[in-house]
Structure formats: structure tokens, C-alpha cells
């Protein structure tokens, strides 16, 4: 993996240990020589990983939309910095640079892009491993949510299991180094044998 895609809040949340991973995943991500591909932001968690990972040596990629950039506080020390014109092309943009995707806690932001680029992966648009860092717990309504999904017969068991919970970035990154997707056919390639 050269890139890591990290979703997060632009706040720092109510508890230091959120913001303790975000640092703890930055400096991991350097000390790995993984890309942090990001929002863009000073402020909140995306700060606190993008200040970690630049303070241990480490690559950073952002990537704000202009309407974002004064008020998530554009970085400007980071290696690199995409401004563009719409979250579509912000998303779409750090999904091209990464390699996989991960969740820190964070608000309504966060949980729309995991799951918008999890979807991709159940659909068969990419194989890039996409999961929770599961800090303080921060996940645990949320994964069983989709293990009740996967109950109801909405998500099956091959696409639940695509979701990587860890609680430590250091088990988080593991089981991304050794991560296989599962073999899922892909929509357009169903279309086409139509």
C-alpha cells in the first residue's frame, strides 16, 4: 500500500483518545512510508493526522473543495495540496489516489465517504480495502448495524466481511497489508453479459 485515504472529523470530537489515534495513525502512516491522502484540513482530526504524519517525515496529500478551504482551514504545510471545485471531485480524487480507505471518528461527512467508497467495493469498482478504526468504541453501533443488515438479508456475508473494525492503527494496517478482496463480479461486467 502506497496511500491511505483517511477520513475524519474537522473537529476534534469529545474525547483526547480520537485525537490521540489521529496522531498515533499519522506517525504510523510515515513510519510505514504510506501517502496520507486526507481532506485537507488544519483543523480537528484532520489536523491532528495530517500534523503527525508531516511531523514523523511522512508524505500528505490533501484535497479541499473551495468552497471548504477557509472554513476547514486549508492546510499549507502539507507535501501536497489539491483545491478543487466540488466534494464529487474532491472524493473522487482522493479514491484515485489511494490504495485503501479508512474511518477515524468523525460526523455525518465521514460515515457518507466510507460508505460511498465501500459501496464501490461491493459493486466490484475497485479491491482496496475500506474499514473503522474502531476508537473508544466509536464504531461498535455502527458495525453491528451492518452485521443487522447482513441479518436481514439487505448486505450479504461476502460484502460485511469487506469491512475491516480494528481497534489500534497497528492491527488496522496489518490486516490492510494483508487484505485480499473477496472475488465479487462487477456490476458493468454483469450489464455487458446481458
Known amino acids: 500500500m502506497d496511500a491511505l485515504c483517511v477520513y475524519c472529523g474537522s473537529s476534534s470530537g469529545e474525547r483526547p483518545a480520537y485525537a490521540a489515534a489521529a496522531a498515533d495513525l499519522g506517525t504510523a502512516l510515515a513510519e510505514r512510508d ?27 496529500h490533501g484535497v479541499i473543495p473551495e468552497s471548504l478551504e477557509a472554513k476547514e482551514v486549508a492546510h499549507s504545510g502539507l507535501t501536497d495540496l489539491d483545491v478543487v471545485a466540488s466534494m464529487h471531485e474532491r472524493k473522487a480524487r482522493m479514491a484515485e489516489l489511494a490504495d485503501g480507505f479508512v474511518a477515524l471518528p468523525g460526523g455525518f461527512g465521514t460515515l457518507e465517504e466510507i460508505v460511498e467508497v465501500l459501496t464501490w467495493a461491493q459493486l466490484g469498482f475497485h479491491e482496496k480495502p475500506c474499514g473503522l478504526l474502531n476508537v473508544a468504541g466509536y464504531y461498535d453501533d455502527l458495525a453491528a448495524f451492518f452485521d443487522h443488515q447482513t441479518d436481514e438479508g439487505f448486505v450479504e456475508e461476502t460484502h460485511r466481511e469487506m469491512v475491516v473494525v480494528e481497534d489500534s492503527v497497528e492491527d488496522l494496517l496489518d490486516a490492510y497489508a494483508s487484505y485480499e478482496s473477496p472475488p465479487i463480479k462487477s456490476v458493468l461486467t454483469d450489464a455487458e453479459e446481458t
Do not use: K, P
Not at 40 to 56: H, K, P, S, T, W
Open 34 to 60: 504510506v501517502t496520507l491522502v486526507y481532506g485537507g484540513g488544519r483543523v480537528g482530526l484532520m489536523g491532528a493526522v495530517a500534523d503527525a504524519a508531516l511531523a514523523a517525515g511522512g508524505d500528505v
